[in-house]
């Protein structure tokens, strides 16, 4: 399970490029760990650090700059998410604090896993995103972008606010903090009752095989 999420009140950052990619996001060399834990500092790497393997910042990357500190959300450009399936990357995000991904497009399996771990993937159009970042970048601190998976819309100062789209069952698991066990989990009383009538209905299948 994850922390579920219902509203985000945060700082958004503006990193509206196409096509940023699983290895953008997470470089493979920065992968040294199957858990969960200990990629924050490689989140993006490739563009946070002036060299590779160092750990001086870039100043011109966003997220290195001193008005998006703490930042939550970020605004992406179309196809965010692409190339490899690697989890990992959603997991740096996680770690590092980014709790939804504002973009016109995202490649489907990196949408899944965010979904899968507690990062809202909202899609609105370019210019939706656009308008967001223009009003953003004025004072990032005191423009806060507002998600509400509740009532599926972005807020984005006065007057500014769009609806967007999620399955129902994605949409639970985010608000109730779910993995996609977890939200099995939730039909254990259907399931019991399942097996206990196919006991009965078909014994053979539960049997174990007899040893010589």
């Known amino acids: 399970m994850t922390e579920p999420v219902r509203q985000l009140f945060a700082v958004a950052a503006p990193l509206i490029r196409a096509n940023v990619d699983t290895d953008a996001i997470i470089p493979s060399r920065e992968m040294k760990t199957v858990s969960k834990t200990g990629l924050a500092d490689g989140l993006f790497a490739g563009w946070r650090y002036t060299t590779i393997g ?9 997220l290195n700059q001193a008005p998006y500190a703490q930042t939550q959300i ?35 399996i990196f949408f899944g896993n965010c979904i899968r771990n507690g990062i809202v993937p909202v899609r609105l159009t370019a210019e939706a995103v656009q308008r967001i970042a223009s009003w953003v970048v004025t004072d990032p601190q005191v423009h806060r972008v507002r998600v509400d998976v509740d009532a599926l819309c972005v807020e984005a100062g006065e007057g500014m606010r769009w609806a967007f789209e999620l399955d129902p069952e994605s949409r639970e698991m985010l608000l109730e903090g779910l993995d996609a066990i977890d939200l099995t989990l939730k039909s254990k009383t259907d399931i019991d009752a399942f097996l206990e009538r196919d006991r009965i209905e078909r014994p053979w299948i539960y049997r174990l095989p007899e040893h010589e």
Do not use: M, Q, T, Y
């Not at 970020?74 to 991904?101: K, P, Q, T």
């Open 54 to 62: 160092g750990r001086d910042p870039e100043p011109s990357f966003v």
């Open 74 to 108: 970020l605004l992406g450009g179309e196809n965010f998410g692409c190339g490899s399936s690697r989890e990992h990357a959603v997991w740096a995000l996680h770690e590092f604090g980014i709790r939804s991904v504002i973009a016109p497009s995202f490649a489907p």
